[in-house]
C-alpha cells in the first residue's frame, strides 16, 4: 500500500503542473482586486449552456488564489460549459503570532465576497458570458471552495438578521461540492487544514456564534439538490467530514448524494489529467441538463 503523504504529495504535483488557462473575460463585483469574476465560454461554441459558478480551495488562505483552479474550468468549458471563476478575499498572507501558515479567512470579508459574486453573477454573466443559460446554474467548489459553494447554497436558511441572507432560496439546478469542509465539528477534531476552521471564525471565542452563520453541516435543509464528490484517500479534508455532512443533512431530513472514489485523495478532483476530473464533470452535467 503506498504511503498516504507520498501519494497526496503526487496528487498534489501533478494537479498543480498545468498552466493556468486565461479567461475569455473578467469582471468585477467589487472595488478590492479581489473582487472579481473570470468567464470562460464553452469552447464547442453552443449557445444557452450550463452555467457553473466555481470556487477555489486552498483553507482560505492568501497563497491560493483562483488560478490554480483553471485547469478544472477549462476542462469542464470544453466539455460544454459556461464557467464563472469567482475569486475572493482570502486570509492576510502572514501567520498568526507563533504560527507557521498564514491566516484562514478572513471575517466577515470572505463572506461578503461570495455573496456579493453570486448576488452580482446574473448581470455579470449576462453581459460578459452571453453563452450561458442562468436559469441551468451549478455551483461547484473544492476543499475551502466546498463549503463556500454549500454555504452559498444556504442563505436563505440564515437567520434572519444576516446581511448575508437571501428571502428565498437561490435558483439553482444544485451544488457539486468537490472534498469540502462541509462539517465543521467534524473538520475541528481532525485538525483539517492546521486548525483553519477556527481561524476562518476568528478564533474559538467567536466559534460557536460565528459556526451558527457560516457552517454548512447546520443550515440544513437547504431544499438545494446537493453531490458531495470525495476521494476516499483523502488525508487532506478527511472523507469523515463529507460523512459526517450527509448524516447531518439526514437528521434535517434531507438527501445528499455522496459519492466516494477508491483510491483517490485530495487533489485529483480537479486534475484533468485524472480519471477523477471526468466523474466530477458527469456529477455537475447530472444537475445542469
Known amino acids: 500500500m503506498p504511503d498516504p503523504a507520498a501519494r497526496d504529495a503526487a496528487e498534489e504535483a501533478s494537479a498543480f503542473s498545468h498552466p493556468a488557462v486565461a479567461p475569455d473575460a473578467t469582471a468585477a463585483y ?33 497563497p491560493y488564489d483562483r488560478w490554480h483552479l483553471t485547469p478544472l474550468v477549462d476542462f469542464l468549458a470544453r466539455r460544454g460549459f459556461a464557467v464563472a471563476n469567482v475569486e475572493y478575499r482570502r ?18 470579508e470572505t463572506f ?7 448576488d452580482a453573477l446574473p448581470a455579470l454573466a449576462a453581459a460578459h458570458l452571453p453563452q450561458a443559460d442562468p436559469r441551468r446554474t451549478v455551483l461547484t467548489g473544492h476543499s475551502a471552495g ?42 475541528v477534531e481532525l485538525g483539517v487544514c492546521g486548525g483553519a476552521v477556527t481561524e476562518l471564525l476568528g478564533g474559538e471565542a467567536r466559534y460557536g456564534t460565528r459556526a451558527a452563520e457560516a457552517d454548512p453541516s447546520v443550515l440544513l435543509p437547504t431544499g438545494i439538490a446537493t453531490t458531495v464528490v470525495q ?21 434535517a431530513g434531507e438527501e445528499v448524494g455522496l459519492t ?3 483510491g483517490i485523495g485530495h487533489f485529483p478532483l480537479i486534475d484533468p489529467a485524472a480519471d477523477a476530473c471526468a466523474v466530477v464533470a458527469e456529477e455537475i452535467a447530472q444537475l445542469a441538463w
Open 112 to 118: 461578503d465576497d461570495v455573496a456579493a459574486a453570486l
Open 260 to 262: 466516494l472514489l477508491e
Open 30 to 62: 467589487g472595488d478590492h482586486p479581489d473582487q472579481v469574476v473570470d468567464f470562460y465560454a464553452p469552447r464547442d461554441g453552443r449557445s444557452g449552456a450550463p452555467l457553473v459558478v466555481a470556487l477555489h480551495g486552498g483553507a482560505w488562505r492568501a
Open 146 to 187: 466546498g463549503h463556500l459553494a454549500l454555504w452559498a447554497a444556504a442563505r436563505h436558511v440564515l437567520s434572519a438578521g444576516s446581511a448575508w441572507r437571501l428571502p428565498a432560496a437561490p435558483e439553482l439546478r444544485g451544488v457539486v461540492a468537490l472534498a469540502p469542509i462541509a462539517h465543521f465539528g467534524r473538520a
Open 91 to 108: 486570509g492576510p498572507g502572514l501567520p498568526h503570532q507563533g504560527g507557521t501558515a498564514p491566516v484562514a479567512g478572513r471575517w466577515p
Open 231 to 251: 476521494g476516499r484517500e483523502d488525508i487532506v479534508v478527511p472523507y469523515a467530514v463529507a460523512e459526517a455532512y450527509a448524516e447531518a443533512a439526514a437528521k
